[in-house]
């Protein structure tokens, strides 16, 4: 709850997830110390190739090798290769480069370098050829196609997707519902919210409020705006009612104090409403 609490409005919750079950494997495991071993930092929750080859280059000396999003620019541009952004050919075609250009006796420094090149000097817009080690020998300057490399990824079309929440107030509490364990923002306590049946994009709400609830009113309170994916989210917020609000006959509903929000692990969208609604 505190990490999520913390990582509330970042999105890409199971990295909080995986980031706390992490640390309480290190500790358990191994001592409190990242482990300076290839297969036991990918046995770590939310540990990949990425983020093993970094902190074991980096933070050992070991010659493991890394590839994000700079490094494969590099080497799109470097080596000339025809593949599109993102792309699982690409990636195996990084990863293949990136092990064969290791720099083995400062494999940190080596690294660093590489993603350093990427983030300031060969920038998807407008490279900086001019200040490039690798320009003389770099086959889309070559071809001056500098900006074609690497090959657009096809994105997906942003759907527009309008919700409704609403807000039930008694004594001072708010009412919150606490979303599912798996899923999209699993956990996280948000407000009661509807998603029309009719909206056509993917279903992330529920399509009827909870047992009890209603909303009172058609004037909106306020609407807030959000991104989810290649969802574009417009949430209107209104006036909320409960049939007794002495009673909840849903498990996943609770009253919370407004000064016990902030260290509540809430939605980007609830927070963004409650910022707006607190008295």
Known sequence: EQV???????????????????AQAIVEEHNGQFPPDHAQALALPGVGEYTAGAVLSIAYGL????VDGNVERVFTRVFGLRAASG?????KHSWTLA??????????????ALMELGATVCTPGQPRCEECPWSRSCVAKGRGEQAM????????????????AICVQDSGRLLLLQRPPKGSMAGLWELPTLQPATSGATSIWADRWPDGLGAKGQSPLMQAKHA???????????????????????????????DELEDL???????????????
């Open 228 to 258: 989810i994916t290649h969802h574009r989210i417009v949430m209107t917020v209104r006036a909320g009612t409960m049939a007794k609000s002495d009673r909840i006959g849903d498990s996943r509903l609770a009253w919370f104090g407004w």
């Open 63 to 66: 010659p493991e090798a890394l």
């Open 99 to 112: 092990r064969l250009c290791m720099e083995s006796s400062a494999p940190g420094d080596w690294n660093q």
């Open 4 to 22: 999520l609490a913390q990582w509330s409005g970042l999105g890409y919750y199971s990295r909080a997830r995986s980031l706390h079950r992490a």
């Open 87 to 91: 792309s699982a050919p690409l990636r």
């Open 265 to 279: 692990a809430l939605t980007g969208l609830t927070r963004k409403a409650v910022a707006h609604l607190a008295p």
């Open 149 to 164: 490399y690497p090959s657009p990824k096809q994105r997906k079309k942003t759907v527009d997707l309008p919700i409704e």
